[in-house]
């Protein structure tokens, strides 16, 4: 399987030179002091030594280290829709997407709690650009979406990530995970683009799309935290946006980001799983005559899942109400809790400016909004 070396994690048989090349790597250490802070670090250097695979490294330091995460920079993760899926069972599951590291590092916490195979997800290679996060992502079975192509180059890319993710699902029986979109949504509205459901066409080898599709086991994931610790960092882009300029990532962005999303207050998150996929592709079939109409209506209904189970916190309907000029929502929240939001509102981003004021508030409220065009948003 060498054509997919360019974008795959690591085989197991490389895992222990990963490691062990990485043991004095000072953000190595930074990870095992905090995830083990009562071991001496000859005791932990001593059990990387002896991990040879991905599944041993991820659920005896990856796993701890999110729940230590999740112990300190949260009030808790609650999860539904997880017993619907069945063991021993390999799912494309198609994610909005918040944080860089979290949103995938949460499902799998919460699919290996659940007894269901993790996944193999889908990271930018723009953001494993130092080489000890590049291994650490490789040791994560993360596998890269090659960034900055030609249109020629991209196409090439496309087909063989669509082919590696079949591979994964179909031969090795191996969940995948990969964002709706191209990068983390910034403005709260979350919509899956159909260019994420060509490239995984790519590889189908049958005659009707869907039918390719229905094989894939297509999974929604919903995912929201009650605060978004990146918020503030997502302004100078919709800064720009609404300036209509083209944005420049600082030097160190991408990484800032990451780091920000660990140890940010996020208070509660809440992941949902969606039904597969299954018989919506028989309508899809029968109601579309080319195949570009087939995956616009499969777009419609990965939102529907995902708009739909996505979980509306406090902070939702604060943003919404502040935002609007409203109370519409204010049995929801406590007088504490606005004004908690209000001053990290207010300490976060230049409150004089409309357009930050706007943005940010929006980036809370779009939910609301998103689920009121389904029901009730309570």
């Known amino acids: 399987m060498q054509k997919f070396d360019s974008i795959r994690p690591f085989y197991d048989s490389e895992v222990n030179e990963a490691l062990c090349s990485s043991l004095n790597h000072p953000m190595m250490k930074a990870m095992m002091n905090f995830t083990f802070p009562e071991t001496e670090e000859e005791v932990w250097k001593d059990q990387l030594s002896k991990t040879h695979s991905i599944r ?101 890319s496309s087909k063989l990530m669509s082919e590696y993710i079949c591979h994964l699902v179909s031969k090795e029986n191996r969940s995948v995970w990969i964002a709706q979109r191209e990068g983390r949504t910034k403005d709260g509205n979350d919509a899956t683009h159909q260019g994420v459901l060509k490239m995984l066409g790519m590889a189908s080898e049958e005659k009707e799309v869907t039918d390719y599709f229905r094989k894939l086991k297509i999974v929604p994931v919903s995912i929201s935290y009650e605060y978004d610790p990146t918020d503030a960092l997502k302004m100078p882009q919709l800064l720009a946006n609404a300036k209509d300029e083209v944005y420049i990532k600082d030097k160190n962005e991408d990484f800032v980001t990451l780091l920000s999303g660990i140890i940010g207050q996020k208070k509660r998150i809440h992941i949902h799983v969606g039904a597969v996929i299954d018989k919506e ?98």
């Open 56 to 156: 041993d490294f991820q659920i005896n330091f990856v796993y701890q280290s999110i729940k230590k995460i999740l112990e300190n920079s949260s009030d808790g993760l609650t999860t539904s829709g997880f017993e619907t899926l069945e063991p021993n069972t390999s799912y494309l599951f198609i994610s909005n997407h918040r944080d860089i590291i979290l949103d995938t590092s949460l499902l799998n916490v919460s699919l290996f709690d659940h007894g269901l195979v993790m996944t193999a997800s889908a990271i930018g290679d723009n953001l494993v650009k130092k080489d000890f996060v590049l291994k650490l992502s490789k040791l994560n079975r993360n596998f890269l979406v090659q960034r900055g192509l030609t249109p020629r180059e991209l196409l090439q």
């Open 281 to 378: 592709l028989d309508a899809i079939k029968a109601d579309n005559d080319n195949t570009n109409k087939k995956i616009q209506a499969l777009a419609n209904v990965i939102d529907d899942s995902i708009l739909q189970h996505y979980k509306l916190w406090p902070t939702n309907f604060i943003a919404y109400d502040i935002l609007n000029n409203t109370k519409q929502f204010s049995h929801l929240y406590t007088s504490d809790e606005k004004q908690l939001f209000q001053r990290r509102f207010e300490m976060r981003i230049d409150t004089d400016n409309d357009t930050l004021r706007e943005g940010f508030l929006a980036m809370y409220a779009n939910p609301v909004v998103n689920k009121m065009k389904y029901q009730n948003a309570e």
